[in-house]
């Protein structure tokens, strides 16, 4: 059985989040970024989080917010850990009393330890794909051999993952956590229940 921990992120409705956590996923991600297609209203991120049964991880996306953004999010919806997506400093991201992942879209000039030591009070780095002008949620792999295996923080991988290619992305990058939006989607912010248990089981059953 593998120990990685699992996220669904871009839950958008009640029943993709319900059916992501009889599933076995370990976390879900509300996106309050509304550019995104899988952005949420409050209210819709409340109903989400009221369907989840108990000890599923409830994470807020954030792309270069206001502190009165993140505010009003913690103060209507029950949120466990924040996610900052864009180029929010160490400072910006530890003031909410909450744990914290900060993301890093991955390119060859990126010093990422570097990056990794200068939020080291976040609780994990999340490296997803480099895509010009797009936070997160394209679809797009990088090249997993531009992450070293001696990061000071925990790495979460993301950028691409499916099914069809988790098997091979944990042996190649052993990460501590997968997160995955648009691989396990029939439409954007529509979660697939099949592609859900195929992601789930794959990374239940890889060996690491």
Request: glycine fraction near 8%; charged fraction near 15%; aromatic fraction near 6%.
């Amino acid at each position: 059985m593998s120990l990685i921990r699992t996220k669904i992120c871009g839950i958008t409705r009640p029943e993709d989040g319900q059916e992501a956590a009889r599933l076995g996923v370990d976390a879900i991600g509300l996106v309050f970024y509304p550019p995104s297609p899988r952005h949420v209203s409050l209210d819709q991120a409340r109903a989400i989080v009221a369907a989840l049964p108990p000890f599923v991880t409830v994470v807020a996306l954030f792309v270069d917010p206001s502190v009165a953004e993140v505010e009003a999010v913690l103060h209507a919806v029950p949120v466990d850990v924040l996610q900052f997506h864009g180029e929010e400093s160490p400072d910006f991201c530890r003031q909410f009393a909450r744990p914290y992942l900060k993301a890093v879209r991955v390119r060859p000039s990126l010093d990422l330890l570097q990056y990794a030591a200068h939020y080291a009070g976040a609780r994990g780095l999340l490296a997803d794909a480099f895509v010009p002008g797009m936070a997160g949620g394209t679809g797009a792999t990088f090249d997993w051999s531009l992450l070293p295996p001696n990061l000071p923080l925990p790495l979460i991988l993301s950028g691409g993952l499916d099914p069809s290619n988790i098997a091979a992305a944990v042996a190649a990058v052993r990460p501590a956590a997968v997160d995955i939006s648009s691989g396990v989607e029939s439409a954007k912010g529509i979660k697939d229940p099949a592609l859900m248990a195929a992601f789930i089981g794959a990374v239940q059953h890889v060996s690491v």
